[in-house]
């Protein structure tokens, strides 16, 4: 039974930054994996960014180089750092979590993220 709290979405120009924060609470491992995913309308969900163990980061092709994300396993928090947002970058952000970056069980419910050109 694990709680997922998204927050720090919001609008923003193209080019600025936001930081994404998600707070777990329940049982969870400090090896479980977390990761964030989207969702555009219409397409399917797509993982940005994900991390087991505070190391070895995974992202998406279209996010390397501008999204970083990050955890804090004492506080069982997940961030997720983009810059040089894009207009394509609008969507709803979900925090997840599981026992590997290929299998996500908990889920959160979704902050918006919306980039205007």
């Known amino acids: 039974q694990v709680q997922l709290i998204e927050s720090g979405g919001g609008l923003v120009q193209a080019g600025g930054s936001l930081r994404l924060s998600c707070v777990a609470s329940g049982p969870i491992f400090v090896t479980d994996a977390m990761g964030w995913f989207r969702q555009i309308p219409g397409k399917e969900r797509e993982r940005v960014a994900a991390?087991?163990?505070?190391?070895?980061?995974i992202y998406a092709d279209s996010v390397k180089g501008r999204f970083t994300i990050s955890r804090d396993s004492a506080k069982n928090t997940v961030y997720l750092q983009m810059n040089s947002l894009k207009p394509e970058d609008t969507a709803v952000y979900y925090c997840?979590?599981?026992?590997?970056?290929?299998?996500?069980?908990?889920w959160g419910h979704g902050t918006q993220v919306t980039v205007s050109s």
């Open positions: 991390i087991r163990g505070g190391a070895n980061p």
């Open positions: 997840a979590t599981g026992s590997s970056v290929y299998n996500f069980g908990s």
